[in-house]
């Protein structure tokens, strides 16, 4: 019993740590790369506990609601729980594909340029950077059809700030040469995702017939 007293008690100071590094991140950036960046947590566990479960739940969010808009043809629904589940698994393959490979391409890189950052700072430095975008993505996978709804997204863009105030900090990159990494950074990032939503269609093209295709 107190093995399980334990662990619950565990998550939930996991869960306010998350909690106040979000608000944090995002209203007192500055100060919070600073406290980031002398931090000595494994990256594993930040995967783990802050990043993982905004791609979870936004996987999630986006299966349920496909399952429930699924088309009712007749010809189509016996692939309704499977495609659903496709979608679940893609959807959580990418961001953590992006992120890590993104985090490792992006390390080297900053070592390249002069950065002297610790060896997962980069990691720590998108994952973070990464929450206005984590955010954005649990509303926008649900599909409300509400008025505007699409300019909510925009609000991803705040990752870009949050990613050029902490390169400094984190990765010690020489002022100069900030602005060489973002540049490299996004267009790194923005390949690394186009690649992957290709493989992902195509993949959905050979496992269902075009009439789910088109649904998608």
Known sequence: ???????????????????????????????????????????????KYYAWPFIVLAALIKAVSVFVKFTNDVNLVQFKIPF???????YMIVPLFVILVGGTVISRFSKYIGGSGSKHGALRLLIYSYTPVFLTTLFMNTELHIQYLQYFGLIGIYAVVLFWLGMEPVLHIPTERKFNLLIFSTMLLVFLF????????????????EGVVLFL
Do not use: C, D, H
Request: hydrophobic share 55%; aromatic share 14%; proline share 6%.
């Open 84 to 90: 659903s589940l496709t979608i679940l698994l893609f």
């Open 1 to 47: 019993m107190f093995p399980i007293f334990e662990q619950l008690k565990y998550i939930g100071m996991r869960i306010f740590r998350t909690l106040k590094r979000i608000i944090r991140i995002l209203i007192l950036p500055k100060r919070e790369w600073v406290s980031i960046a002398t931090e000595s947590e494994p990256i594993g566990l930040i995967i």
């Open 194 to 209: 186009f690649i992957m939503m290709f493989i992902i269609r195509f993949s959905i093209n050979l496992l269902y017939p």
